[in-house]
């Protein structure tokens, strides 16, 4: 078995959310919690995949807009949508999803994409679910370098406002 195949198959109990019709998984770990959506504020100068920040407990998240980030038809965030709240291994973000679908468990491992979408970073691995493929988000390659860049800016300047 190869490191990348190694990578995908470490967790087995996973996060699902659905976006439209589709549905996505992140590992149980990576997931602090789930919340209702909130008013999230514009964030100026953030990469276009980052609808704006969040206050949670007294921390400023960036909110990522999956939408833009898959090419879903946007909308605007919803009442009846959530955030879900995770980690990379730089920092914490939110999520914006239609509504998240519990925990599973998968004793399987989930068949690696790096073959079949090499061009999908963000991809970690697909795994078979009774209403159909899940596909699992690796946060750690959601933005790219120049992305997170000018999402270090963004938090930074919003931060100095907030401290003045």
């Known amino acids: 078995m190869n490191a990348a195949a190694r990578d995908v198959a470490a967790p087995t109990h996973w996060v699902l959310f659905a976006l439209d019709a589709g549905r996505y ?58 955030f879900v709240i995770a980690r990379t291994a730089t920092r914490e973000v939110v999520l914006a999803v239609d509504g998240a679908l519990g925990v599973v468990e998968y004793a399987a491992p989930p068949v690696a994409t790096a073959a079949l979408a090499p061009d999908l970073g963000h991809l970690r691995g697909i795994i078979s679910h009774p209403d159909g493929l899940v596909l699992i988000q690796d946060l750690e390659h959601l933005l790219s370098p120049a992305e997170s860049d000018a999402l270090d800016g963004a938090l930074r300047a919003a931060e100095g406002r907030r401290a003045t």
Do not use: K, Y
């Open 25 to 82: 998984a992140l590992p149980l770990a990576a997931v602090e919690r789930i919340v209702r959506a909130a008013e999230v504020t514009p964030l100026p100068l953030a990469p276009p995949v980052v609808l704006g920040a969040l206050d949670v407990g007294g921390r400023i998240l960036p909110v990522f807009d999956l939408r833009q980030r898959f090419r879903l038809p946007r909308r605007p965030v919803g009442l009846n949508d959530e």
